[in-house]
C-alpha cells in the first residue's frame, strides 16, 4: 500500500541514535555527515575547525560542486570576517520582504497564480504552481520585471540538476552567461536592480568585483530554488490531507506563520551543508582530517527526538521550534525573510480561498546519501482545489 503524500520519515534516526554520524561517499569523497542537534550547532559556530571558505568553490555543497561551478558562492562560501561585512552589506537588501509594498505585491502575485488553478479541472504543483510562484517571487527579490521569470521558469525546477544528472555542467553554464549578461547590462544601464545595486556597493572601502557580484548572484539563484519550490509542493501536500489545519488557519490568522516554522521543520528542503576541516579534529569521537569534509545535516537535527517532541509529526501550533531549516549560526540563510514571507502568503491564500484539495496522483523524489534515501519532494504531484 501507498504511504501518504505528505508522510516524510526521518533517514536518520537510527543513526543519528546509534553514532550522531554518518558517514557517505560523495564523487569519491567521504563526507561525515553530523546528525544531533547540540553537535550541529557546536560545529556551525566553530568556523575556524570548520571553514566554509577554505576550500575550492562548490565543495562545501555536497553533492560537490566543484567540477560544474567555478565561482564562489557569496556569503555562503567565505568565512569571518569578510563574511561579516558581505553580511553588512546584504543583510538589508534581504529585509525587503518585511516592507508592506514588497507583501502587497506577493500576494497580489499569488492571488493570481492560486485564482487561475482554481478554475482548472486538475494541476500539476511542482510545474504549475510551485516553480512559477517560486520564479516570480524572486523578481520581487531580485528588483527586477516580472516578465524575467520566463527565463527561469524554462530552466526547470534545478539550476544545476537535470533529469537524471546531479551535477548537469551545461545547466550551470546557462545559468552563468545569464547572470554574466545581466550584470552586463547593469553596468551599462544601472538601476534600482540587485545587479546594479551590488556593482554600486563596496566592501572594506573598495568596490565588489564582478566576480564577487556573480558569486553573491548565483546564490540567490541557486540557494532558493529547488528549496522553495519543495517546501512549496510538500506543503500543498500536507494541506490536501489536513484540510482541518488550512481551517484552523482561516479563523486563527496568526497560526500561519507558526505553520511556517514547523512545516519547513519537518520537510527541512536544504538537507545539509558541509564544511572543511582546517586541522585534524574530531565530531562525536570521530577522526576528521585537515581537509576532509564534514556535513551539518539541517534535516537530522530538525528531528532530533532530544530537542523536538513528536518530532516525526507537524503540528502546526509547535510552541518550542528552535528548528535549523534555515541553518544555524553566522551563515543563517539570506532569503529566509523572502522563504517565510512566501510561505505564509501563500498559506494565508490557500485558507482564505481553498475549502479542500484531492490528491489525484503523485510520484515522490528522493535523494541519495550514501546507502539512505531521502524523501525530498515530489517528481509530479497532481491536485484539484475545490474552492470555497
Ligand atoms: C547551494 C545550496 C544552498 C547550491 C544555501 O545554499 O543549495 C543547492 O541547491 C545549490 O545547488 O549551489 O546554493
Redesign the pocket.
Known amino acids: 500500500m501507498r504511504t501518504k503524500s505528505s508522510e516524510f520519515p526521518d533517514s536518520f534516526k537510527q543513526e543519528r541514535a546509534n553514532q550522531g554520524v554518518y558517514k557517505m561517499d560523495d564523487q569519491g569523497d567521504e563526507v561525515l555527515m553530523v546528525l544531533g542537534l547540540k553537535e550541529l550547532r557546536n560545529c556551525a559556530r566553530d568556523h575556524a575547525t570548520f571553514s566554509s571558505g577554505k576550500t575550492i568553490p562548490g565543495r562545501i555543497?555536497v553533492p560537490s560542486?566543484e567540477h560544474i561551478?567555478s565561482v564562489r558562492?557569496i556569503p555562503?562560501e567565505v568565512d569571518p570576517p569578510i563574511h561579516t561585512e558581505f553580511r553588512a552589506l546584504l543583510d538589508p537588501w534581504f529585509k525587503r520582504p518585511l516592507d508592506k509594498e514588497y507583501q502587497h505585491k506577493l500576494t497580489l502575485l499569488i492571488a493570481e497564480l492560486l485564482d487561475d488553478l482554481l478554475i482548472r479541472d486538475e494541476f500539476e504543483v511542482v510545474n504549475d504552481l510551485a516553480l512559477p510562484l517560486q520564479s516570480r517571487a524572486l523578481t520581487l527579490l531580485l528588483n527586477v520585471p516580472i516578465e524575467e521569470a520566463e527565463t527561469w521558469i524554462s530552466w526547470g525546477t534545478?539550476?544545476?540538476r537535470s533529469e537524471g544528472d546531479p551535477l548537469d555542467s551545461g545547466k550551470a553554464a546557462v545559468l552563468d552567461d545569464y547572470i554574466l549578461q545581466q550584470i552586463e547590462k547593469s553596468s551599462k544601464n544601472p538601476g534600482e536592480d540587485f545587479y546594479s545595486v551590488l556593482l554600486n556597493s563596496e566592501v572594506n572601502n573598495r568596490k565588489l568585483t564582478t566576480e564577487e557580484v556573480h558569486g553573491i548572484v548565483n546564490?540567490a539563484f541557486?540557494?532558493g530554488?529547488?528549496?522553495v519550490i519543495n517546501a512549496v509542493t510538500n506543503s500543498i501536500s500536507h494541506f490536501a490531507e489536513h484540510a482541518d489545519e488550512l481551517a484552523k488557519i482561516r479563523t486563527q490568522p496568526n497560526l500561519s506563520r507558526m505553520a511556517v516554522e514547523e512545516l519547513v521543520r519537518y520537510f527541512s528542503p536544504?538537507t545539509h551543508?558541509g564544511r572543511v576541516a582546517t586541522e585534524n579534529t574530531q565530531v562525536c569521537k570521530y577522526a576528521v582530517k585537515a581537509n576532509e569534509r564534514i556535513s551539518l545535516c539541517w534535516a537530522s537535527a530538525n528531528r532530533d527526538e532530544t530537542v523536538f517532541e513528536d518530532a516525526d509529526n507537524i503540528k502546526i501550533d509547535r510552541k518550542q521550534n528552535p528548528h535549523v531549516a534555515f541553518?544555524f549560526g553566522h551563515h543563517k540563510?539570506l532569503g529566509a525573510m523572502h522563504a517565510r514571507q512566501l510561505l505564509n502568503t501563500l498559506f494565508t491564500l490557500l485558507a482564505e480561498k481553498v475549502a479542500s484539495m484531492t490528491i489525484v496522483d503523485f510520484e515522490e523524489q528522493f535523494e541519495t546519501l550514501g546507502q539512505i534515501n531521502r524523501k525530498i519532494g515530489f517528481q509530479y504531484l497532481k491536485v484539484k482545489f475545490h474552492g470555497r
Do not use: K, N, P, S
Open positions: 555543497v560542486e561551478r558562492q555562503v534545478h539550476v544545476f546564490l541557486a540557494g530554488r529547488d528549496t536544504l551543508l541553518g540563510c
